[in-house]
T-cell receptor, first 115, second 115 residues
Framework: AQKITQTQPGMFVQEKEAVTLDCTYDTSDPSYGLFWYKQPSSGEMIFLIY??????QNATEGRYSLNFQKARKSANLVISASQLGDSAMYFCAMREWNSGYALNFGKGTSLLVTP | DSGVTQTPKHLITATGQRVTLRCSPR?????VYWYQQSLDQGLQFLIQ???????AKGNILERFSAQQFPDLHSELNLSSLELGDSALYFC??????????????FGPGTRLTVL
């Protein structure tokens, strides 16, 4: 079964607007971490933000924030004030503490920021 | 720049051949992870090493093997290559092996093309 689901294959947003990229996850492990990575066309994977399952507050890193709704098992990425350089693939990933050491990735969302 | 280096950047080879991909983790990181990114399978975890020992295995084929050396660099060996092995291979590193955030820093990847 898919552990990470990203339902939006592609998204458009206008420069300076905010955009939300959806991510839902499936786990029975009470201890887990959720990650978002950005992959520009050049190919590298860039870590953006992390949310632990026990964190009380939603994570924020600059223009990135994570809308963590534990009961709904969702961890949506919010990018505020979009910039042209935000155009990239965005991957949501999960790490379950008790069943592995690696990241399970979703299929990704392609974001295009338009002028 | 994540601090993780991978060589070569590109590799073109023929079916049936064997190749070796090399990864040097960030200074101080003891864990190395290998991931494969292909169009049909997405990003998949292959294998993890921690301080020279194999720690976890994912969807790694028997034709593939890896090791981590005393200086902590790692090599991924792919043999009897098939067309379907064409993919972007990432190495990632982290400080520890599972606890806490343990953010994984990704290298730039090696793009393997099997003809």
């Amino acid at each position: 079964a898919q552990k990470i689901t990203q339902t939006q294959p592609g998204m458009f947003v206008q420069e300076k607007e905010a955009v939300t990229l959806d991510c839902t996850y499936d786990t029975s492990d009470p201890s887990y971490g959720l990650f978002w990575y950005k992959q520009p066309s050049s190919g590298e994977m860039i870590f953006l933000i992390y949310q632990g399952s026990y964190d009380q507050q939603n994570a924020t890193e600059g223009r990135y924030s994570l809308n963590f709704q534990k009961a709904r098992k969702s961890a949506n990425l919010v990018i505020s004030a979009s910039q042209l350089g935000d155009s990239a693939m965005y991957f949501c990933a999960m790490r379950e503490w008790n069943s592995g050491y690696a990241l399970n990735f979703g299929k990704g969302t392609s974001l295009l920021v338009t002028p | 720049d994540s601090g993780v280096t991978q060589t070569p950047k590109h590799l073109i080879t023929a079916t049936g051949q064997r190749v070796t991909l090399r990864c040097s983790p960030r200074s101080g990181d003891l864990s190395v992870y290998w991931y494969q990114q292909s169009l049909d399978q997405g990003l998949q975890f292959l294998i993890q090493y921690y301080n020279g020992e194999e720690r976890a295995k994912g969807n790694i084929l028997e034709r593939f093997s890896a090791q981590q050396f005393p200086d902590l660099h790692s090599e991924l060996n792919l043999s009897s290559l098939e067309l379907g092995d064409s993919a972007l291979y990432f190495c990632a590193s982290s400080e520890g092996d599972r606890g806490g955030l343990n953010e994984q820093f990704f290298g730039p990847g090696t793009r393997l093309t099997v003809l």
